[in-house]
């Protein structure tokens, strides 16, 4: 288990340039050879170091894409209907990072341009906008990275400074408006960008081309892959990811690990022995079909509908007690096309590890929300849980399933993996334990939107009879057998476990599968029509294959060779 890789990649071919002071000069040259440079980027980028150094040659026109922006005061305006005055929610913009642009101010930058005899560098979010570039860079950044700078105070919001906000109102307005804009600008840009620059380490940028970026992008989906995990604390977390991942042993606890969100996680290229980091959503917008599958990509559009993470409660604490948003409530308030439909997968389970899953059957809703209510109000009144919800046993490899509208959360001494629809921050919390958050406060919880979207009718015997250990085998052969354990027929996702001791065969069923070792140290996935080379994975790790790929294999290998391995594989139905 101590074999887990926490930086997984993708070998790939190409030239790569690091540091700042080449990939300066690197820009430089382009510019004594072209008239007009653009680096455009995503929010989080910090390219000061860059622009010192390229401040130094005088003969240079040097425009910052922020100048041409509408004053702070009209952002805050035009962006108010989708940051809205809530604290935690708000509602997905349709805007562009054109509708950012002051009309007045872009006339006379593109004037002075017309102007200007010097050779011309345009940079900022929005730079391809505001002129024709001869050459185009895209300095990217993975969300994660950027939630990071958020916490540090060195980032601020598209078009404004909001450092001095609370982190959940800068986090808010990045998933509701500010990444949604610069995700759709940045779909637009592929087949321009000449160059990718990778500041993901501070003081080490790296800058790569397009033959490169796209090439590596071509083998990742093709084969199986993995993303770069990411980590972090919670007020319920535990200690079993610290000591079987290897963490980083000052933090108190970790309860969350995004073993696979796309749309957070980093992806990594090794180009000539060297780690080029980006997004991993570039796989998703630029090579969608092959990834997702077709008839995933008719439904979803560029949108990786699928998400693996793991929730560490060992020696930590219950989850909060909450319920996620039904379709039509989440489309109409946060204008969602689906809603965080998931399950629990137990990857282990300790001493009295249980899982809170739906109401207990007769009891009275008006009483139970009157409990909470008074919970929420009166520090030293108890919710007691156990009174309104079912508290079932957990053992490894249970499977709960967990329709929108369900109430739940796993307890404490348990590792699970979430199995998932994407949707991030959808989460109604009702109930905390009377604990407080990591930054000392109590956390918001959210009775009123809860209270309108809890099925009632989720009862124990619902429960039971429809998400707890739903498993039927579906296929056995020589040395494997093949379960379906879920999900809740009003779910998109479906999941089959393998156990198997021999090769076993999978099909992508025109969907990307995302699956997790949960039992075995090692096994080898292959490819069937020789499409990729073999790929190792180890215990607990998440990886990615492609829809592109149609046929692959997997079988125990090195110290699990010959011994029983168990996965579970999701994808979308059909």
Known sequence: MRNYQKRPFVEAGGKIITGWKPVADHIQTLLRQHAVIGIDCYTGVLLDELKTILRQDTNLTLIDAGSVYKSEEVIREMTSPFTTDDVLFGYMTPLCITDYFDQQKLAEVRGELQASHKPVLILGSGAACIAECDVLVYADMPRW????????????????????????????????????????????????????????????????????????????????????????????????????????????????????????????????????????????????????????????????????????????????????????????????????????????????????????SGIDRNDMLSHLQKAQEYEDFIFDAEQFVNKFPAKKHDHFLIPAGTIHCSGKNTMVLEISATPFIYTFKLWDWGRLGLDGLPRPMNIERGKQVINWERDTHFAESQLVNRIEVVGRGEGWVEECTGLHRNEFIETRRHTFHTVVFHETGDSVNVLNLVDGEEIIVESTNHLFEPVIMRYAETFIVPAAVKSYSIRPHGPSAGKVCTTIKALIRN
């Open 145 to 360: 990275e950027l939630q990071l700078r958020m916490r540090r105070g060195l980032v601020s919001g598209l078009g404004l400074d909001d450092r001095n906000e609370p982190l959940a109102t800068q986090y808010k307005r990045g998933l509701f408006n500010d990444w949604r804009v610069l995700d759709k600008h940045k779909q637009q840009l592929y087949e321009q960008v000449d160059f990718w620059l990778d500041t993901t380490c501070l003081d080490l940028p790296k800058i790569i081309d397009r033959d490169t970026f796209k090439a590596g992008l071509q083998k990742a989906v093709h084969m199986p892959f993995r993303v770069v995990p990411f980590f972090d604390p919670a007020p319920w977390g535990g200690q079993w990811m610290k000591e079987h991942f290897q963490l980083d042993g000052t933090e108190p606890n970790y309860g969350w690990c995004f073993d696979c969100v796309p749309e957070e996680n980093s992806f990594i290229l090794k180009v000539s022995g060297i780690e080029f980091e980006m997004p991993a959503v570039n796989l998703v917008y630029y090579k969608s079909r092959e990834l997702l599958g077709e008839p995933v990509e008719a439904r979803f559009g560029k949108e990786f509908p699928i998400r693996f993470d793991f929730l560490d409660t060992m020696e930590g604490g219950n989850l909060s007690l909450q319920v996620h948003p039904t379709v039509d409530f989440a489309h109409k308030n946060f204008g969602l096309s689906y809603t965080q439909d998931e399950s629990y997968y137990l990857l282990e389970a300790g001493e009295g590890a249980a899982v809170y899953l739906g109401l207990k």
